[in-house]
Every structure is written in C-alpha cells, then in structure tokens.
C-alpha cells in the first residue's frame, strides 16, 4: 500500500501469539486503516488505525491482508466491530475464503473427511506415496468458500521423514486459517501426540474425533465437552467414512475463523521444572530478534532448538543471535541431559505423553471388557479410589517425620556453633554498644533464625523427591475432586504442601497454575499453612503450658493433639476463605485444564538437591535480608533510650553492690545479677518498642494478651520466628532465647498481670497460649511472603493479605477467648 492510501483488514495470519498482538493493536478483520508514511529505510512503516497510530514493522504487515479501498468510499467506510452490509459488499469474496489444513495420522479417515466434505473421490486407502505430496480440495460452506488441503499422514512433527516436513512447513508458509486435527479415537494416546505437538506451534485449531463409531462400539466413553475445555479449541465427534458430524466440523472451522468460537485458548503443554526453565532461557534470546519472533511462536522454537531440531534451527538463521542461541540451546540440552541420563528430547516427549495421560485421566474411560486385560501397574495403585488416599497421607506424614527427626542433629549443632560465637564473640569485643548490637541483635537473632534451616532444606529435599519421582503430580491429581469443593483445582495441593516449609516459594510454585483466579485463591491461602518459621513460638508455648502429670507417653500425645489442632485451624481458614472468595470475588466456574501425570522416574539424590536449593534460595535471601535488617531495626528499637532516672537509679545501686566488701563474693554477684535482669526489665520497658507495644496493647487486651505480647507481634511481621527472640527479651530470660531455653519457659510460666482486672493472676494460661498461636498462625503473613504476593499478584492482593489476614487472626482469636473465659 503506497503511503497515504486506505483499505480494510481481511485476514490476519501468523502464530497465534502475533496475531494476538495484532489484534490487541486494533487489526482486526473490517477494521479500515490509512497508510501514514514509510520510514526512511521503508521500515518501519507508520499507520494510522482506530485514531491511534501503530508502527510495524515490513514483516509483520506482511501478515495482514487488505482490500484497497478509494478515498471516496473509505470516507464513508465505518465499523464498529461488527460488518455492516456496507463492508460485507466491500470486503465481497476477500476474507470469506478459510484456508483449511488437515492434519492427523496415516489411516485417521483424512481422505475420507476430504471426499466426503469436497464430494471429491480421491483414493481412500494407506498413504504409501513415495512423493509427498497434498491435495487440494475447494467448496462453498454457507457463504464461505473454503480451501481444503490433504496432508500426508504422520505420527509426529520432526524432522525425521519427508512427510513429517511437508506438513511443518505448509503450516509455516501457507498459514492455513485453521488447522483440522483429525483425530482416531479408537487410538487416542497415540494420536494425541501429534496434537500435542500443534499445540506447541500455537495454531488455530478445530479436532475432528474420528473413528467415533469405533469408540462407541468399544463401549469406551470420552466426555468430549470437558477435553474440549481443557484442551482449548472445539472437539467434534465424526464418523467420517460415512459422512457424519462434517457439518459440524465446518460450523467450528467457520467460527474460529471468524473468532467467534466460545471455548478458545491457547494452552501451554507444562514440561515441568528444569525444561520450562531452560525453555524460558531460550524465549528470551529468542525474542530479541522480532523479525523471528513474530515469524514463529518463541516458545514453539525454544522447545525445538531443545530437541536439537536442524531445520528449525535453519529457519532461523537469519536470527541476529544466532550464535548464541545455537550456544546457549547447547548449553541447556547438555544440562538436561545430565539431569536425565536421557536426551531432552526424549523428556520432552515423555511430559507430552504425561500431559496427554493426565488429560485421558480424567475424561476417557476404557470400555469394561477392554478393561479388564489392562495391565496392573503402579499408577493403578496410588490413584486408586480407596488406597490413593491413606498413600498420600503416609507420603506426607513420613516427609513430616523426617524433617523434624532428621533435622533435630544439625539444629542442636548449629544452636551450639551460635552459641559459641556468641561468647567468643563477647569476650573478644571491647563492650560499648557495638558489642551489644553483634552480639545480641546479630547473633542471637540471626542464630535463631538459621537453625531452621536444616528443618527447612530437609523439607524441602523431600518435596523436591516427590515432584522428581512424579507423585506428586499423582498426588494433585487424586486431590483434585476434593480440591474443587474448595473452589480451587488439584494443583494448588503442590503450593499448600510447600507452605508448610515456607509461604515464598509455595507462592512462587502457583505459577504452575493456569488460571489466574485460582492462582490468586492459592496464593492469598498459602499463608494459612503453617510455615515452619511458626513452628518455634509453637513448641515454646505448648512445652511452657501444656504439660500433664500422666508421664511422658500421654503428655507428648496430648502436645502433638495441640500442634496438630493449630495445623488444622489454618487448613480450615484456608478453605473458609476460598469458599468465601468464590463466593464474593471470584463467581466463575474454574476452568478446566490438564493435569500432567508425568512419566515415572527413579530420583537421583543430585537432582533432589538442586531442586531443593532452587527452593531454599528465597528462604536464604529472606535471611541474609529482611531478617538480618529486621533483627538490627528491632534490636535498636529495643535498646534506646539507654538512660532514664529509674535505670540511672539502678545502675548506681549496681555500682553501690559491687563495691560493697561486706558481702560475701557468691552473695554479691547473685544480687548484681538480679538488679542487671531488673534494670534491663525496666530499660525494655522504656524503650521505643516497649512504648509502642503500650500504645498498641488495647487493641490486643480482648484477646488475653499483655504488652509484651502485642510487641512480640508486632516484631513477628518480620519474620514468625522473631517472636521467639522477642519475647525472650522481652520476658528477660537472660540473653538465651530459643525455644528450649528453659529459663524464657519458667520465665513465662512466671509472669502475672500487675494491673487492671486480672492483677495478680497468671498472664499465661492454656487458653492464652493457645489464642496467642492461633493469632501468630492466621495474622499477616511476614514481610518476604508479602512481597512474594507482591510480585506474583499484584499490590491489592499483597495489601489484602496483610489486612485481611490480620483482621481474621484478631476475630477468631477474640472468638476463642471470649468463648473460653465463660467456659
Ligand atoms: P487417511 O490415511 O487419514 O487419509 O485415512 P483414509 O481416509 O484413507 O481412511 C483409512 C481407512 O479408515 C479407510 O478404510 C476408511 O474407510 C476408514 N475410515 C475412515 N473414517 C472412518 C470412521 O469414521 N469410522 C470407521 N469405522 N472407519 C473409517
Ligand atoms: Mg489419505
């Protein structure tokens, strides 16, 4: 089109991703559009669409076809979305012509489909050609008329025979309107790779589920309408020796020509961790040359160059990165190789073959008779009805087990090593303040946070087994009915499991889910299970509170029922609030999508360990980060102001003690050490954290908590397991402060309220305790999975989480107290 002329869109081709992009931009088919002017290197060239205008680039306008139209007529040209006869008359016969393409196996009923739809006779029978070669079919549908090509038959979309290219690249060069999957459904696995691979190229798609009569007369049953959803594009059952069902096959064809189609998306096939990594390394590169990138979907690509697939890699030669794109694609398969012990592109077809699985899992029954000759194998076993939950429940419970028996031998060293550190560390520094902030804020607040860690690493090498070995997909899958009643799908399972470890990288595992409504469901209720960082303040207080005189046996029962109670309270929140959320944010029914069942494989222990440290890096940041700049900022609030007349009046009577020769040594020094507890008591007291805490205390009275309490909290924003090392300032059990220090538990058992209503009595009781875990378990999530929401959902759902969290933490603790006190 020459610089200053008019005309209306009439087709756009392309991959489905670019010409999504197109249409974003307003290029859809009527659309009128004046040409502005060429840039000086005739690219990019400028046009004025919609009364905005769009630059494009010469390859990308080269998708777009156009009708010119006479200054006159465009003038009075108008659209608005639907064709008026004005423009039917102008666009006449341009864009009423679908180019169709049949692709499927060798023997689906192509042929077949193509006579009976074009009242052509080509020969039916096995394709045994030794040219490839396609046939051309042309016919009226409605007002449409529609090109039909016979593609040869093939298994797959390689580059390993001739017919398998042919087809590859009549779908890139020719951009067919829409691309007939023909499907045997008598034979569907087999078949459905093929569509695996169409879904990758992200083509316009309609499947025509052949052979339907075969299906039927095994008695299998498919629910066609639910892996349609899943699928993403119409499926329509045909019978296509006799004719049946090709009517209907033209509506769909016709309808998603038009995009007029209902049930359309494009899917994206899940490859699982390391390719979809390495899948991304490459979209990147990819996607700096755009001449290639809206040639050819980015990630259809990344996918091939991973296969190592030579003629998509000289398709692409003209790509300004090449080099490093052949590099890095090197790189990567080399990785995965290692990882696998297989090709990639072996892994990569066995995720396809697990998609395909998991799609059939849920929609396709195998006729009774047929059955019962199927092989027993473990799948059967873990998904079965009965056994697959008690499975589950014991995967779970033993990874439980593990983390905390396992964990408990490098928790005590690296407590001791901290320990250590600590004295040393005091002996060798001259005192002054910046003994006391290493000391005492770093040390200690840091030391306490890290030994979690192997608790922490432990869990999630367990988790990092489970997903390599491919039950835990088997696990997402078996939850998935129970799931639904909570308005969520199968595969948040994977993120709730994870949050027992740590919320961030269970917010991080939601992007496995498609649908962004359930993502934000998971991510706002991954909070509510209990991370570790919790478990701390936990033990704490059930051993400080929750002791029996029956002997040890039931005294541990009667702990690990309250800690368990404390677990199923969040579990229970969390559905709450999903059903909630449904109920008022989210009133859609949930998508429907595949869930893999991804091959069987045998972990290896070098695997499980880089997959566990990808998950323990944000746990470590949040350390090295948040929690160190949150353990210096607390321990400062703490520490100033240094002087008061009350302190100074302590530390003179310390000096008065000290001097005083009368007494005997022993003496002294007990009473030097309880005037030092005294003053530090007051000094916290004084502090700026001690007078915030004050401010705040009312708010948390209702619910049976004292200031230092509502203070402990308030630093737990930071991190759950700050709250530990708070209150052991705080309740001044000496500088030891882990959740075994006996002292902060006598400390706490000790404490009695000096004011108000309940003056003189206990501070701590069960019920308290109680409520006070309950509140530390549901209030705002700490500020790393904040941010975690941050990222993932957007600034209103961090902000949600923090109020709405809070506020529910505030309402059932008040329930529970309140209730208990008249009990
Ligand atoms: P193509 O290789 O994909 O072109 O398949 P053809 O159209 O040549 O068909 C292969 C064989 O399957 C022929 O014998 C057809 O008569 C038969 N066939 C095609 N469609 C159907 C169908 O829907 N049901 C049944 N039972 N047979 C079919
Ligand atoms: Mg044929």
Redesign the pocket.
Known sequence: MPSGSQCVIVRLSGHGGFRHRLMELGFVRGEKVRVIKNAPLRDPIEYEIMQSHVSLRRVEAQHIEVVPLTDEVADNYTFNGTLTEDAQRILGEHGKTVNVALV?N????????FNHATGMREK????SGVTVDSKLGVFKYKDYTIRIFDLP?TYSLTDYTPEELYVREHIFNNHPDVVLN?VDASNLERNLFLTTQLIDMNVPMVMAL?????LEKNNDTLDVEMLSKMLGFPIVP????RGNGIEDVMKHIVDVYENLEANTKHIHINYGQDIEKSIDVLKDIIKQDADVDSEYPARYVAIKLLENDQTTLKSISNHAEIETLKKVAAEQRALLEKRYKEDAATVISGAKYGFIRGALAETYTIGKDRSKQRAYTVDNLITHKWLGFPILIFFLFFMFLMTFILGAYPQEWLEMFFGWLGNVTDKLMPDGMLKDLVVDGIIAGVGGVCSFLPNILILFFFISILEDTGYMARAAFIMDKLMHRMGLHGKSFIPYIIGFGCSVPAIMATRTLENKKDRILTIITVPFMSCSARLPVYLLLISALFTTSHGMLVTGVYKGLILTSIYLVGIVMAILTSLLMKKIAFKHNSDQFVMELPPYRIPTFRNAVIHMWDKSVQYLKKMGTVILLATIIIWALEYFPQHSPQIDRYTAQIERVEADTTLAQADREAQVAQLELDRSSVQTENSYLGRVGKVIAPVFRPLGFDWKMSVSLLTGFAAKEIVVSSMGVLYHADTEADENSSALKASIQAQTWTSGKLAGQKVFTPLVAYVFMIFILLYVPCVAAVSAVYKEAGGKWALFSVLFNTSLAWIVSFLIYQIGMLL
């Not at 060798?106 to 489909?113: I, R």
């Not at 052949?210 to 075969?214: L, V």
């Open positions: 499927g060798p023997n689906c009923g192509k042929t077949s489909f039916v029978g096995n394709y038959g023909i052949n052979m339907y009569d075969e045909t019978v296509s020796s």
